[in-house]
């Protein structure tokens, strides 16, 4: 929990962390501040339904400034606009995620999906929607993602791979994906089972055996003709951080592993003995007491189809990787900022692992990192990781 003075609109911190999370979208132009904090002075007090209210009455009238300008030929100003509607209306339905039939929560949900679609079409950026064979216990479907590549020069170049976290989707992964293109790499932002499309549309929830659909999403990606299957990095932010190792260490075309927080063993964060037989039923007469709580708890039963939260923190225990850790060998490096609430995780993992090339590294608030995945300090991010990958990857690998 962060301290009430570190707040930046609001005193909940759930809200004030997922206001943050749109401004540092500025950086990469999926927010313009003055229209976020207009929007956030609007909620005041915040609910759940006054949050989406306003953000979705804000990614309307963006969405609609947007098509205007493109009507009139202003490509420029209709690129822009699309790509903050669809940050907008990923923000709107963040807080109805506990009920994935929730018309709202689709609604925005497709909205987000096609004006970031519509600023695909107007960007320079060499940007294809995928979807990925996935065969799995059920059937077969396909996993959505979209690849990134800074021209079209047909090059095969080094390529990260970023899974989503609990909540994102590849369309809002566009935050990683800046800082990797304008240093010559490819990005493919991937949903999962659990995760975006998966989730809401064919209802496919987590598993914790990650490496079944990384390995399929690894075999088109490392076929790709503009993918260099040698130079292929693992991104894993946020349950990534998860996501991620397991996935390397089950295989070894993985040349680099970046981790922001590490989470090798997600069952840790539910304490044992007497505390543990009385969290379940703890945690769950909260969610009767507090809608923010009941949202949390509710919102990670949905994405991985568990009725209770004793049912829930059965499922968590099986999220481990430690067993299989030391199979990683390839070059290594984890980032675990200043009061981020999921860390800690970091220094198990390094020491499991046997990649003689791997590295902690626990930047200060000072630094300007600070919370979950660096919080508002995404370029002093960039620089860690992006210098190191730049290093491990060979400087040629990565033209400027």
Not at 9 to 32: E, H, I, P, Q
Not at 183 to 203: H, M
Not at 255 to 264: E, F, I, R, T
Not at 380 to 390: C, M, N, P, Q, Y
Request: net charge negative.
């Amino acid at each position: 929990m962060r301290a009430l003075a570190s707040h930046t609109l609001f005193s909940n911190d759930d809200f004030d962390g997922n206001f943050d999370r749109t401004l540092y979208g500025a950086y990469y132009g999926t927010a313009d501040l003055g229209e976020a904090f207009a929007t956030g002075r609007a909620i005041g007090k915040p609910t759940a339904g006054s949050w989406h209210q306003h953000w979705r009455e804000r990614a309307d009238q963006v969405r609609a400034d947007a098509e205007a300008s493109r009507a009139a030929g202003h490509r420029i100003s209709a690129r822009d606009a699309y790509l903050r509607a669809s940050e907008y209306y990923r923000q709107s339905y963040f807080f109805l995620r506990h009920d994935i039939t929730d018309t709202r929560l689709l609604a925005a949900f497709e909205a987000h999906r096609e004006t970031f679609a519509s600023f695909a079409e107007l960007t320079d950026v060499h940007a294809q929607k995928v979807a990925i064979p996935y065969r799995h216990d059920l059937g077969e479907t396909s996993i959505h993602g979209w690849l990134f590549a800074a021209d079209d020069s047909q090059t095969p170049r080094p390529t990260l791979i970023s899974p989503c976290g609990y909540d994102s989707t590849a369309e809002s992964g566009w935050f990683t994906v800046v800082g990797a293109l304008e240093r010559g790499y490819n990005v493919l932002s991937v949903e999962g089972p659990g995760q975006g499309a998966s989730l809401y549309y064919d209802k496919i929830p987590f598993r914790p055996d990650a490496e079944v659909p990384y390995g399929q999403i690894m075999d088109w990606v490392s076929a790709h003709d503009l993918v260099d299957p040698t130079r292929i990095a693992m991104m894993g932010r946020s349950f990534a951080g998860y996501l991620g190792p397991r996935a390397v260490a089950a295989d070894n075309r993985y040349a680099a592993l970046v981790c922001d927080p590490a989470q090798p063993d997600m069952g840790t964060k539910i304490p044992g003995g007497i505390a543990g037989k009385i969290a379940a039923p703890a945690m769950t007469a909260a969610t009767h007491l507090s809608a923010d709580k009941a949202e949390f708890f509710g919102a990670r039963m949905a994405a991985h189809h568990c009725s209770t939260i004793a049912e829930y923190f059965d499922e968590l225990k099986t999220y481990t990787m430690l067993g299989i850790a030391s199979q990683i060998t390839c070059p290594t490096l984890l980032v675990e900022s200043e009061g981020d609430p999921v860390g800690g995780g970091g220094a198990t993992l390094i020491g499991a692992i046997s990649s003689t090339t791997k590295e902690l590294v626990n930047p200060p608030a000072s630094s300007g990192l600070s919370g979950h995945c660096g919080g508002l300090g995404q370029k002093v991010w960039e620089r860690i990781v992006f210098d190191w990958l730049d290093t491990v990857l060979t400087p040629a690998a990565t033209p400027h």
